[in-house]
């Protein structure tokens, strides 16, 4: 599991000039806390652990020498600087029922007989820290040719002891066929003749 190197932050250190000294700055909360813990990361530690963490990732939070089992709650990432700027956690405890997200991966979407378009990137979910979801791949060459739309329901999610809370008839992704726009500019082009 995803391990992130965090230390305690003492409040009265001011995020800008934290983030000036290389550092990303976060917070853990949970029911079994009592209060609140503010962190802070060294920037390197932080990209690195990003690039496999999205949020709804479970991981583990070095803590003063201990590891402790979280959820990754919010990625705050400014497009302006390109820069993270603060990463939060929720302290897991066996048995309580949290919210979390399970991104949806797509493999070989050049292996399609059509236009692929996704329509969902993530499903939102609510389980216990034993039931939390790995990110979902779908291998699109490994799909019948005639499957041209795939739904959440479809996923079956529920079968592995969640409670999925985005809607079952939402669409993940749909083939269309090629030529189909064009075709259907010529029909008008053409209807519009005959008028």
């Known amino acids: 599991m995803l391990t992130l190197k965090a230390e305690k932050r003492n409040p009265e250190e001011k995020a800008k000039k934290l983030r000036r000294d290389g550092f990303i700055t976060g917070v853990l909360y949970g029911k079994e806390m009592k209060e609140n813990v503010s962190l802070k990361f060294t920037e390197k530690d932080a990209a690195a652990f990003i690039k496999n963490a999205k949020e709804g990732t479970q991981a583990y939070l070095e803590l003063d020498g201990k590891n402790v089992d979280v959820l990754v709650k919010n990625i705050d990432f400014d497009p302006l600087t390109?820069?993270?700027m603060a990463l939060d956690f929720q302290a897991l405890v066996a048995g309580e029922v949290v919210s979390a997200t399970v991104?949806?991966?797509?493999?070989?979407?050049?292996k399609v007989q059509g236009i692929f378009e996704a329509e969902l990137s993530e499903v939102h979910y609510k389980a216990d820290p034993a039931h939390l979801l790995e990110p979902i791949e779908?291998?699109?060459a490994t799909l019948p040719q005639t499957t041209k739309t795939m739904y959440v329901k479809d996923l079956k999610l529920e079968e592995k002891?969640?409670?999925v809370t985005t809607s079952g008839e939402q669409q993940l992704?749909?083939?269309?066929?090629y030529g189909q726009e064009e075709t259907d500019e010529t029909e008008t082009e053409a209807a519009d003749e005959t008028k």
Do not use: M, Q, R, S
């Not at 991104?103 to 050049?110: A, C, S």
């Not at 992704?173 to 066929?177: D, E, L, M």
């Open 161 to 163: 002891g969640v409670h």
């Open 138 to 140: 779908i291998d699109l």
């Open 82 to 84: 390109k820069k993270y």
């Open 173 to 177: 992704f749909h083939i269309g066929a």
């Open 103 to 110: 991104p949806i991966v797509y493999l070989n979407e050049d």
